[in-house]
């Protein structure tokens, strides 16, 4: 053919070399080339977690169907235009001449473990549990999001609002609200206020759930004579505290001699019998005071941590996104707190909700190096399966367009979320120019403008050797 590309090292230079077959045939070999990467790279990415050999440790098979989706290779005149795609056609020539040995060398060359930056942006795939640590995480998260369906109970909800002093409550919301509404308006601009009437409603809450409402025990005093209780460990619930959601039963005694009479602290997880009793410590205070918010109309989350904390978040429509409250603390959007506040490194922070359940960890966990703790229960995406599961049941009897909506929602805070990640990284690299954090920073959101305080609650020591 006169038209022929030159040909070049290791490639015949017979016309004959570069008929259809021959194009076929290299067209093939690229295919496979980039197939088996592909399928190496997602391998050796989902075995990494539960320790199966790598991709370098087991034969690829070679007989796999192409993809019709993948780009046509270019056509050998095509790949004359550059002194890199004669390199790159001289080597697939020689594979061509050399018959079926060329794919096996081409599936060991891409059967090499990928780097990092090959992986580090590919999407989690969920992916269902299959060993009895996955299984054992996956039932423990399902039996977890029952607890605030339990706030949908018309009765808790009736009788929730009758403790509560609504006039006051409401009276500190809209005084409140109209002050932030003021100092929005005095700047000029067009702003909204920081936050609207329903998160004032919440704050008022707050302030009279910490200071006149509940109660925090560490150790219960003796009911007859008031003197301080020693822990003489557990003893099992009777049927009545039973009912009541008592599933553990605390026992202490009296330290006054003359006095020894034994004082039973039950675990309720009844919120019925916590307006009733309206004490405890982190376990009921949080779940008695998601069920207020609810009462108030509130949308709440209820949030387990696995290092033996949980809190609340609500939903604020003026911001579009999920705000942290802890009532132990009386702190309200402060996700920094347990981590950089209390000191205390975290695994898992998951919260669970009438719409389903969330991964949050990355709202309380900046820097994973530093306040991060190894997360072993389960991979990640069998992680991202089960509370994908969670949702799926909580919203299988929902109409199409509240699932519409909850979608949304949910694609909002994974970009809100994302962009703490992002935040902690930059704050990292700007600390070490030599200026310091001044040099080159943005805007932070009001969450990072708080100063993480320590612990109120309880005393320190104590929560090192009680269950919360």
Not at 439 to 466: E, W
Request: with cysteine.
């Amino acid at each position: 053919m006169a038209d022929s590309p030159p040909p070049s090292r290791g490639v015949a230079a017979d016309s004959s070399t570069y008929d259809e077959d021959w194009a076929k045939d290299l067209r093939l070999q690229f295919e496979q080339l980039l197939r088996t990467k592909r399928l190496n790279d997602l391998g050796h990415r989902s075995r990494s977690r539960s320790g199966s050999p790598g991709p370098h440790d087991r034969p690829s098979s070679p007989h796999r169907h192409h993809s019709p989706s993948l780009p046509v290779s270019p056509t050998p005149s095509s790949l004359s235009t550059s002194s890199s795609d004669h390199c790159m056609q001289s080597r697939l020539g020689k594979r061509a001449s050399k018959g079926s040995a060329a794919p096996h060398r081409a599936t060991s060359n891409a059967s090499l473990p990928p780097s990092y930056s090959s992986l580090r942006n590919l999407p989690k795939v969920p992916t269902p549990p299959t060993d009895s640590q996955s299984l054992k995480f996956r039932n423990l998260l399902v039996s977890l999001s029952l607890t605030p369906t339990k706030y949908e109970n018309p009765g808790l909800l009736d009788e929730a609002l009758s403790v509560i002093p609504l006039d006051r409550v409401y009276g500190e919301a809209e005084e409140e609200s109209q002050v932030l509404q003021a100092q929005a308006e005095s700047m000029g601009d067009g702003r909204k206020a920081e936050w609207g009437y329903q998160d004032c409603v919440i704050r008022a809450l707050l302030r009279w759930f910490k200071r006149t409402f509940f109660t925090w025990v560490n150790n219960p005093p003796c009911p007859n004579c008031f003197s301080p209780t020693v822990s003489h460990g557990m003893t099992p619930p009777t049927p009545d505290e039973a009912a009541r959601g008592a599933a553990r039963v605390e026992l202490y005694r009296c330290s006054a001699t003359e006095c020894g009479v034994f004082e039973r602290f039950p675990r309720y997880s009844d919120v019925w019998a916590l307006l009733q009793t309206r004490r405890g410590r982190c376990g009921e205070w949080a779940n008695c005071f998601s069920m207020l918010c609810r009462a108030v109309g509130g949308r709440v989350r209820w949030v387990w941590n696995s290092e033996d904390h949980v809190w609340t978040e609500v939903y604020s429509e003026q911001q579009k996104r999920w705000v942290h409250v802890d009532a132990c603390e009386e702190a309200w959007d402060n996700p920094r707190l347990y981590a950089e506040g209390w000191k205390k490194k975290l695994a898992y922070c998951i919260a669970f909700s009438i719409d389903g359940a969330m991964d949050v960890t990355r709202r309380y966990v900046r820097n994973t190096a530093k306040h991060g703790l190894d997360r072993t229960r389960s991979p990640e995406e069998v992680l991202l399966w089960i509370t994908d599961e969670i949702k799926r049941m909580r919203r299988e009897s929902m109409g199409k367009e509240e699932r519409r909506r909850l979608i949304k929602e949910d694609e909002r805070e994974e970009k809100e979320l994302r962009g703490y990640v992002a935040q902690a990284i930059a704050a990292e690299v700007t600390s070490l120019l030599p200026r310091g954090p001044s040099v080159g920073t943005s805007p932070v959101s009001s969450d990072d403008q708080k100063l993480p305080t320590g612990r109120q609650s309880g005393k320190l020591k104590v929560h090192t050797s009680i269950d919360e």
